[in-house]
């Protein structure tokens, strides 16, 4: 692999873990060099495979699915944040706070 033996193997195996939380899914991950394996919803690695090591491996993952307040809304809360910051801004700017006489920015 691209990465050969680095810890971006591990990072990538993290960001699945992390994925699997943040959406409530089980993963089954396949990885030609890197590491494979089973994530439940929670996070917990059911199994996982060495880095470079051929395995054949089978195993349950929970199917049902759970939808997360993101799943569901996509990027609301974060154009919401965009949104608030632009107005934050722009109130600033109309207003001009006064600065004291002598004082620098």
């Not at 699997?20 to 899914?25: D, F, G, L, T, Y």
């Not at 491996?57 to 759970?66: F, N, Q, S, Y």
Request: glycine share 10%; aromatic share 14%; net charge positive.
């Amino acid at each position: 692999a691209w990465f050969g033996k680095s810890a971006a193997a591990f990072q990538h195996f993290g960001m699945v873990v992390l994925r699997a939380v943040e959406n409530r899914v089980a993963f089954a991950r396949s990885a030609n060099t890197g590491i494979s394996g089973f994530i439940d919803p929670q996070g917990r690695i059911l199994h996982a495979t060495p880095l470079f090591t051929e395995a054949v491996v089978t195993g349950r993952i929970p199917v049902g699915r759970v939808r997360t307040f993101y799943s569901q809304q996509g990027d609301v809360f974060a154009y919401g944040c965009v949104i608030i910051t632009a107005l934050l801004l722009f109130a600033g700017y109309v207003t001009r706070w006064p600065v004291a006489r002598g004082t620098r920015l």
